[in-house]
């Protein structure tokens, strides 16, 4: 079965500081999507990134960055030089593609930036 | 792009009664999707459109919950005999279906919550 594990329920930091949200997942496919979404407190999922399972390389966005390793099944999210607009919850997804495209999300992390 | 939009945004009903939400995807999407999001947890998969078919279901989808697609545009959830465990805010997403059978990601509209009494 499929799974994604963001263990860390809720980080705070104060604004300057680097974050970074864990994501492990569980999958036996070969090729899957990952993807990270922020849900500010309006409440609407705003796609950050996407994945694919061959492609292993880091990604650099802005303060953004993401590490992903298939040796560890892992997806991690880093926030470099936080800001109070980065507090959100952050989930973690892994999509399936076996037809649907169907997303299994984490639980989130919450972040909280403090001023 | 306007992107994907829902209607109601809050919906307060009492047990029992039945109740209705409408999704309207990103024009070109083919590919649409409902969850539901509890508080404190992540967004679960109920169903799935390709254009007007509903290809997969959730076990999380009983019997009372029923979703259509005409002509491949826009969605409804229903909700009929709403239980308190009902309350949630049900999410609708949206993707593009590439000519490969590949996907995009899915953009998600603001959600409706529910809240039964």
């Known amino acids: 079965a499929q799974k994604v594990t963001q263990a860390q329920t809720e980080i705070s930091v104060v604004e300057k500081e680097d974050v970074t949200l864990d994501c492990v997942y569980e999958?036996?496919?070969?090729?899957?999507?990952l993807f990270w979404y922020k849900q500010p407190p309006s409440g609407e999922l705003v796609f950050l990134i996407r994945?694919?399972?061959?492609?292993?390389q880091n990604e650099i966005s802005g303060r953004y960055s993401w590490n992903f390793q298939k040796s560890t099944s892992s997806f991690n999210f880093t926030i470099t030089a936080s800001q109070v607009v980065d507090s959100a919850v952050y989930f973690c997804?892994?999509?399936?593609?076996?037809?649907?495209?169907?997303?299994?999300f984490g639980t989130g992390t919450r972040l909280k930036v403090l001023a | 792009d306007t992107g994907v939009s829902q209607d109601p945004r809050h919906k307060i009903t009492k047990r029992g009664q039945n109740v209705t939400f409408r999704c309207d995807p990103i024009?070109?999407?083919?590919?649409l999707y409902w969850y539901r999001q509890t508080l404190g947890q992540g967004p679960e998969f109920l169903t799935y459109?390709?254009?007007?078919?509903?290809?997969?279901k959730s076990r999380l989808l009983s019997d009372r919950f029923s979703a259509e697609r005409p002509k491949g545009s826009f969605s409804t959830l229903e909700i009929q005999r709403t239980e308190q465990g009902d309350s949630a805010m049900y999410l609708c997403?949206?993707?593009?279906?590439?000519?490969?059978?590949?996907?995009?990601?899915?953009?998600f509209g603001p959600g409706t919550r529910l809240t039964v009494t």
């Open positions: 994945r694919n399972s061959f492609d292993e």
């Open positions: 999958t036996r496919d070969t090729t899957y999507y």
């Open positions: 997804a892994l999509s399936d593609i076996s037809g649907t495209y169907k997303y299994i």
């Open positions: 997403a949206s993707s593009v279906m590439t000519l490969g059978g590949d996907s995009y990601e899915q953009y």
């Open positions: 459109f390709q254009n007007e078919a509903q290809l997969e």
């Open positions: 024009s070109e999407h083919n590919r």
